[in-house]
């Protein structure tokens, strides 16, 4: 069929527009190809075209449109991807941004490290703790529990003097205007000291008064009794007084009567340690005096502190 040119259809009316154009499709139809003819890439088998280019079946390669759609649907479209060129620039930019990763810990590596931590509301913040810390008192300011007394070692309130009971600093000597206990002792260790002893009296038989001493005498103590008895030649208003060494004896020569009738009276003294005992006795003569009061207004020893 031949299609008419724009030259030709020039300067005809529609109608005959219309008609050429009819004729010709007409034409056209009357010279179809009733049977399909093979060219060079086509086979045709009963009328149909079964193969291009080597026998490939055509409609086993092709979808039906139906088809194509279907799979289309699952497409994304071009506009919304990245082609690969697009990805491969992108990839290049992640890389130099990719960090070192020898300066991160991995998951179980912190998962581990926290663990051992202790939860913020389980903890002081540090504003806290400073906040706690300016009420106390650092440690070289206060003495440790070893340094203090326990407080059955010590008084309570009501058994210690009030401020009014006390003196004041000023009335008091210092620290350093007074010996300590180490000084005292180094300062008194050789020196003499006067020790009371606790006694209790006696007279034996009448003749012999006796001390009974409590307290314990030691080797190179010197004893000092001072006493008062009373017999028929002794006057209680008359004290005496002995000095006895330890396991001891001291006697004293005394005169008693008028200057016309002079007696000659000893009074000895003596300490036995193995009763603690002083036994004081009289002759006056060759006669054992007899005595009926007994009085001690002093017993004491004098040591080296």
């Known amino acids: 069929m031949t299609i008419p040119t724009i030259a030709e259809l020039s300067g005809n009316t529609v109608l005959e527009l219309f008609e050429n154009g009819y004729n010709a499709i007409k034409n056209g139809m009357n010279n179809k190809q009733d049977t399909l003819v093979a060219g060079d890439n086509i086979v045709i088998e009963g009328n149909v075209i079964s193969a291009i280019e080597g026998g490939t079946p055509v409609l086993e390669n092709y979808y039906t449109k ?15 991807v990245y ?31 926290l663990d051992a931590k202790a939860n913020s509301n389980n903890v002081y913040s540090k504003t806290e703790v400073d906040s706690k810390l300016l009420l106390k008192a650092n440690t070289a300011d206060v003495y440790n529990k070893n340094e203090v007394y326990a407080k059955v070692e ?37 020196k003499l000291i006067k020790v009371p002893l606790a006694h209790t ?72 340690p193995s009763t603690n005992k002083i036994t004081i006795g009289a002759n006056v003569g060759s006669t054992i005096e007899s005595f009926y009061n007994f009085v001690v207004d002093e017993l004491y020893v004098i040591r080296r502190g």
């Open 66 to 80: 139906q088809e194509t759609d279907s799979l289309l649907d699952d497409k994304a479209d071009s506009s919304d």
């Open 201 to 272: 009296t006696s007279i034996v038989g009448n003749n012999y008064p006796t001390i009974a001493i409590s307290d314990s005498i030691t080797n190179g103590d010197l004893i000092v009794c001072s006493f008062r008895v009373s017999s028929n030649n002794f006057s209680m208003n008359v004290t005496r007084t002995v000095e006895i060494s330890y396991n001891g004896y001291q006697s004293d020569i005394h005169t008693i009567g008028t200057s016309n009738a002079q007696t000659i009276c000893v009074m000895s003294a003596s300490y036995n």
């Open 154 to 190: 010590t008084y309570n309130k009501s058994e210690v003097y009030n401020k009014t009971e006390t003196y004041s600093k000023s009335e008091v000597y210092s620290k350093s205007e007074v010996y300590n206990k180490a000084e005292v002792d180094a300062l008194v260790s050789n």
């Open 83 to 113: 082609d690969k060129e697009q990805i491969d620039d992108m990839l290049v930019n992640i890389a130099s941004e990719i960090p070192d990763m020898e300066y991160y810990y991995t998951k179980v590596e912190t998962d581990g490290l």
